[in-house]
Structure formats: C-alpha cells, structure tokens
C-alpha cells in the first residue's frame, strides 16, 4: 500500500504541476467568435465493443484561428485560476485530486496557426510536445444527400485519413469552415462526423456565441519539444512500453522487484487494451 501511495502521489504531483503550466504559460492569438460542444463517442479498444467511452470536446472557432480541447482541461484550467486568484497553495490542492474533472486527451488543436497549418500540443508523461501539419489534410467527396442533424439543415461528405474513412454532415448555416479535432475544409460547420465502423464519433451539442472578451491562448510552454507528427508518435509508442520506467524517472519507486515486475504487467495489460487510435498509421 505505501508503495501504491508513493507512486499515486508522484502522478497527482506531476499532474497538479502540468496543470499549473497550462494556466500561467499562454499568449492570446485570438478573439472567439464562436464556441461549439461536441460529444466525443471512442471505442480504445478494437475487439470489445461493449467498452465505448465519451467525453465533451470544446472548440472555439475566431477570426483567424480556432483551437480544440477538451472540455474537462478547460474546466481545470478554470479552477487552477480560481485557486490561485485566492491564493491557495499547490500542495494543498493537490491533496485533493477529485475536485478536477478527468480527461482522457491532453492534445490541443490550433487551426490555422501557423497560417496554413496546425499546430497540435501534446504530452507524453512531463514531456510536452508540439507539431505543425498542413491544414488541407483532407480530400472531401460532397454528395447530395441530405439530413437533419442537431437541429441544422445538413449535407453528407466522406473522407478517409490516416487508415479510417469517415463521413461527415456539415451545415452551410453555421458558415465556418471547422469542424472538431484536425477535420476542416468543408463548405460550413462540420456537425458529425464518424468513421465507419463508427469507432471515433464526433456529435456537436451546441453552439454557441461565447461571452464577450473570450480569447483563444496559444500554449508557450518552456522546454517545449518541437517534433514531427512521426517523431511525437515514436515517444508516445516508446513510452508505453516502458511506463513504469518513466515513473520512477519522475520519482516513483516499488519495495522490491517483485512488485516493479506486477506494476509492468498491469500496464502492459492496460496498453494492450488501448490499441485502437484514432490515427492508425
């Protein structure tokens, strides 16, 4: 048990620390314009059906650029805010973990910044990331068909991108050229889009005008790791295969080898289970 406690409060602290930096290191790009929910459905694991998850995914559409995240991160953004403004300490909040909502994706997307291209933010463990792809990423065939979807006047079109072929309903009443996660470039708001074994659905739930003075913040975190698409998935891959060496580089340590060697298992069992991305090449 104490040697689940050390482990457990390394990845609160570590947490709490990751958490910190999003608030403090940032720089406004932006105004919002626009700001859309979208219920996120995932599947993780390819062979089990039955275990299909979902969170809310939140993106702010501006003048120049719009920037996808997810909603949880943007509610503990929030309350890392409030404790500060207080003047609450760190380490008292991170006692208690509960208080943040959990998020399963730590990436954010900005479309069209730098001009032309997206930049997509990521983490593997301490280590934060950054890339740069082309913003025409997609080769759209737009049909005739037609649908009414969350309330708006719809119009099908398919893709396919990185191993999955999507389709996708967009509307010409919300005229922006968005749509969630790095999907853009139909004429109007993608409102669903969904890969065809419909392991990866995206749904929007609302949008909405956001209040007046919402900015779209650039992360500038120190020590940032400029990479590759090709070069963030390599350490993301090499880490989950060794996670409990990447724990005990942040400071976490077991008892004896015979429960270093239990620890590895379980996470070894845990990453078999999620072999489904949503990029499968």
Same mark, same amino acid.
């Given at each position: 048990?104490?040697?689940?406690?050390? /482990?457990?409060?390394?990845?609160?602290?570590?947490?709490?620390?990751?958490?910190?930096?999003?608030?403090?290191?940032?720089?406004?790009?932006?105004?919002?314009?626009?700001?859309?929910?979208?219920? *996120?459905?995932?599947?993780?694991?390819?062979?089990?059906? @039955?275990?299909?998850?979902?969170?809310?995914?939140?993106?702010?559409?501006?003048? @120049?650029?719009?920037?996808?995240?997810?909603?949880?991160?943007?509610?503990?953004?929030?309350?890392?805010?409030?404790?500060?403004?207080? #003047?609450?300490?760190?380490?008292?909040?991170?006692?208690?973990?509960?208080?943040?909502?959990?998020?399963?994706?730590?990436?954010?997307?900005?479309?069209?910044?730098?001009?032309?291209?997206?930049?997509?933010?990521?983490?593997?463990?301490?280590?934060? *990331?950054?890339?740069?792809?082309?913003?025409?990423? *997609?080769?759209?065939? $737009?049909?005739?068909? /037609?649908?009414?979807?969350?309330?708006?006047?719809?119009?099908?079109?398919?893709?396919?991108?990185? #191993?999955?072929?999507?389709?996708?309903?967009?509307?010409?009443?919300?005229?922006?050229?968005?749509?969630?996660? +790095? *999907?853009?470039?139909?004429?109007?708001?993608? $409102?669903?889009?969904?890969?065809?074994?419909?392991?990866? $659905?995206?749904?929007?739930?609302?949008? /909405?005008?956001?209040?007046?003075?919402?900015?779209?913040?650039?992360?500038?975190?120190?020590?940032?790791?400029?990479?590759?698409?090709? #070069?963030?998935? +390599?350490?993301?891959?090499?880490?989950?295969?060794?996670?409990?060496?990447?724990?005990?580089?942040?400071?976490?340590?077991?008892?004896?080898?015979?429960?270093?060697?239990?620890?590895?298992?379980?996470?070894?069992?845990?990453?078999?289970?999620?072999?489904?991305?949503?990029?499968?090449?």
């Amino acid at each position: 048990m104490k040697k689940l406690l050390t /482990t457990l409060s390394i990845l609160l602290t570590f947490s709490m620390a990751y958490c910190q930096s999003e608030v403090e290191n940032h720089e406004a790009i932006d105004m919002a314009k626009l700001r859309c929910t979208y219920q *996120f459905s995932y599947q993780m694991d390819s062979t089990n059906s @039955k275990r299909l998850r979902h969170e809310k995914m939140v993106l702010l559409i501006g003048e @120049k650029c719009s920037k996808y995240k997810s909603y949880n991160s943007i509610i503990t953004d929030s309350l890392i805010r409030d404790f500060d403004k207080r #003047g609450i300490p760190p380490q008292i909040v991170v006692s208690d973990m509960s208080i943040f909502p959990k998020t399963k994706f730590n990436h954010q997307i900005f479309k069209n910044d730098p001009k032309g291209s997206m930049s997509v933010f990521d983490r593997v463990f301490k280590d934060k *990331f950054v890339y740069n792809e082309p913003l025409d990423l *997609f080769k759209w065939e $737009v049909s005739s068909d /037609t649908a009414k979807i969350s309330g708006y006047n719809c119009q099908k079109a398919t893709t396919s991108y990185r #191993g999955r072929n999507y389709e996708a309903w967009f509307t010409t009443e919300i005229p922006f050229s968005e749509g969630p996660y +790095k *999907f853009n470039g139909l004429p109007g708001l993608i $409102v669903k889009i969904a890969d065809t074994k419909k392991h990866y $659905v995206f749904e929007l739930i609302s949008a /909405t005008k956001p209040p007046v003075g919402t900015l779209i913040y650039l992360p500038t975190y120190p020590k940032t790791i400029c990479s590759s698409r090709e #070069g963030f998935r +390599k350490a993301k891959n090499d880490a989950k295969q060794d996670v409990i060496r990447r724990l005990e580089d942040m400071g976490g340590h077991f008892e004896n080898p015979e429960d270093r060697k239990r620890a590895k298992e379980r996470a070894m069992a845990k990453a078999r289970r999620t072999n489904n991305p949503i990029e499968l090449m």
